[in-house]
């Protein structure tokens, strides 16, 4: 069992929790996830750390309410438990001195983002993110994204905070000006697919997290199977990070509407 210490509602759709995880705080990398339960037979959900405290002991992970398992999470609150948290798995992001990285999150991506953008800084690079999201308030995380980044770009669809426009308007004009080594990108299945087209034209070496598509964690599901280089890959196992060039993300997005009305049925049932 781990004590919820804190919750914050982002949005209607979007919670940020901190659970108490000593052992995972200490040794999370960023990249990795973590697979929460709730309830003896909640189902298993793989959700990336956003973040951890050492001395305090914690980590914190940003949820979004999806389906059944993740409503249940989203519901609990501070001083709650859930039944059991396992991690940290995945292997962790390659992060190294490159030079300028471009770093590029829409949605809940920008959460497994965050950690990622803190390691790139740390390791001594010139850090310039781009964040998307729909409008002003599903924007997340941007001032911890300001205190490890050298640069911030907001794209909001609705012209309503930052830049009007799309996620790869923003990283376009970046990539114009400046010289870029590496580009990360985390979001939306379409979101990633077109950031890597247009990091391909520019020769752009670009890694995509694709742990949003996660359903066990295990490798036993199936479910997060992509192809990658032509080769058949397990995003759990083998990733969550892939080189973007090479993922086959039209195959990837008509796999995940493959469950949507199965998860349909879940939530009307839910809400019954
Ligand atoms: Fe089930 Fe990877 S999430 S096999």
Same mark, same amino acid.
């Given at each position: 069992m781990n004590k919820i210490v804190e919750k914050e509602n982002f949005s209607e759709k979007?919670?940020?929790i901190v659970v108490e995880a000593p052992l995972i705080a200490k040794a999370r990398k960023p990249g990795n996830f973590? +697979?929460?339960r709730v309830g003896e037979k909640g189902e298993r959900i793989p959700l990336t750390i956003a973040g951890a405290d050492v001395k305090k002991g914690t980590i914190t992970m940003i949820v979004q309410k999806m389906g059944v398992s993740s409503q249940k999470l989203c519901a609990l609150e501070a001083g709650d438990y859930v039944t059991d948290l396992v991690g940290p798995l995945g292997k962790p992001t390659e992060i190294h001195n490159v030079g300028t990285v471009l770093?590029?999150?829409g949605g809940v991506?920008?959460?497994p983002l965050l950690p990622i953008v803190e390691g790139y800084k740390k390791a001594g690079n010139k850090v310039i993110t781009v964040l998307a999201a729909r409008n002003k308030d599903l924007? +997340?995380?941007e001032d911890e994204m300001r205190k490890h980044s050298d640069e911030v770009i907001i794209?909001?669809?609705d012209g309503s905070y930052g830049k009007k426009g799309l996620i790869t308007e923003g990283m376009e004009e970046v990539i114009q000006r400046e010289n870029i080594d590496e580009c990360i990108t985390i979001g939306p299945a379409i979101m990633m697919k077109f950031c890597s087209l247009l990091t391909k034209k520019y020769e +752009?070496?670009?890694m995509a997290s694709l742990n949003s598509i996660m359903v066990d964690g295990t490798g036993m599901c199936g479910a997060c199977r992509v192809t990658v280089d032509g080769k058949t890959k397990f995003t759990c196992v083998d990733g969550p990070e892939f080189d973007a060039h090479k993922i086959d993300f039209d195959e990837m997005m008509s796999r995940l509407?493959?469950?949507?009305?199965?998860?349909q049925d879940k939530m009307d049932h839910f809400h019954e």
């Open positions: 979007v919670v940020k973590v +697979i929460v770093c590029c999150g991506g920008v959460a924007l +997340i995380l794209m909001t669809d +752009i070496p670009t509407g493959g469950y949507k009305s199965e998860e």
